[in-house]
């Protein structure tokens, strides 16, 4: 199947990157198939090296873009917050509902990091440190204003972040529980995690 006529390098570039983002998501990294993905966005496998010289560095953009891309998104979210009950509130909401709305790029930001070489996996895993260190700074803000007692923010910080990812890996939207129900419950979870006895 050809390209369609008029077709830009720009959407041709967004069509690649959501047809890989399934084809990784469904068969993993190392299964992904350069014709089968040509293929899917009607190329050639010759034009698709185009956009993917080498594709262990395509998978280190699209992880590093997906970060990005959520590291923007927590900005917009946040902005304007600064009460730390609030901010950890807003924290959870914003993290479950990004992870539950893109549960496919997600699963393969968390599970195709063992993919990258260590160059590249010391990029992704620097923004990935940033987005914990946000919620760090939010539970020491709490624990230095006598919000909640807790001993180790930055510990704590990883102990929600295990709890609320994990969120991507069972949720459905079509299921029982819909995303404001669910981000409430996490919301709940959290606060009782901190509650002073």
């Known amino acids: 199947m050809a390209r369609p006529a008029g077709v830009c390098g720009a959407d041709t570039k967004q069509a690649i990157r959501a047809a890989a983002i399934q084809r990784i998501y469904r068969h993993g990294y190392e299964a992904m198939n350069l014709r089968g993905l040509a293929a899917d966005v009607g190329l050639r496998v010759g034009s698709l090296h185009n956009y ?3 594709k262990q560095e395509f998978l280190a953009n699209l992880l ?12 917009t979210h946040m902005a304007g917050v600064s009460d730390p009950q609030e901010a950890l509130r807003q924290f959870v909401s914003f993290h479950v509902q990004w ?7 997600v699963f393969i930001g968390n599970m ?9 996996y010391a990029r992704v895993a620097a923004k990935r440190k940033q987005y914990e260190k946000h919620l760090t700074a939010i539970l020491s803000k709490g624990k230095k204003l006598g919000v909640w007692t807790i001993e180790n923010p930055g510990i704590t910080a990883k102990a929600i972040l295990a709890l609320l990812t994990g969120v991507s890996n069972w949720y ?3 299921g029982s529980l819909s995303q404001p129900r669910l981000t409430k419950l996490y919301q709940l979870m959290v606060e009782r995690m901190l509650r002073n006895p």
């Open 52 to 54: 993917i010289p080498q």
């Open 64 to 75: 590093d873009e997906i970060m990005t891309e959520l590291l923007a998104d927590f900005e």
């Open 99 to 105: 992870h539950t709305a893109r549960k496919e790029e």
């Open 112 to 120: 195709e990091l063992r993919s990258l070489a260590p160059e590249q």
């Open 172 to 174: 459905r939207p079509d």
